[in-house]
């Protein structure tokens, strides 16, 4: 049996992660599109992926009203624009190596 990580990709949005523009996935949840970036360094973090240990959270803004929201993005779904400011202890350990190479 194959098993899709990625629903039918009907259209890329664009995001910043950290300051770096991305296009990822629409209609995912953000973890899943930090795994469509980084899939090894995602893959290999500790990330229960159902809102219970809190290593995924993220404070982020939105174009529409750049207020700050603080959410675990294994709950909350990605949107066109949005602007991922700070990312927590465990996403940082696993991302920045990549992060810094683009």
């Known amino acids: 049996m194959v098993s899709n990580l990625f629903p039918p990709l009907a259209r890329m949005i664009k995001v910043s992660v950290l300051g770096k523009e991305f296009d990822v996935p629409e209609k995912t949840t953000i973890l899943r599109d930090l795994q469509f970036l980084f899939p090894w360094e995602i893959s290999l973090g500790d990330f229960c992926w159902n809102n219970e240990c809190g290593n995924c959270e993220v404070i982020f803004k939105t174009d529409g009203d750049g207020v700050l929201r603080r959410t675990r993005c ?29």
């Open 74 to 102: 294994c709950q909350y779904q990605i949107c066109d624009g949005m602007r991922i400011v700070e990312v927590s202890k465990e996403l940082h350990r696993c991302i920045k190596a990549k992060l810094e190479q683009t």
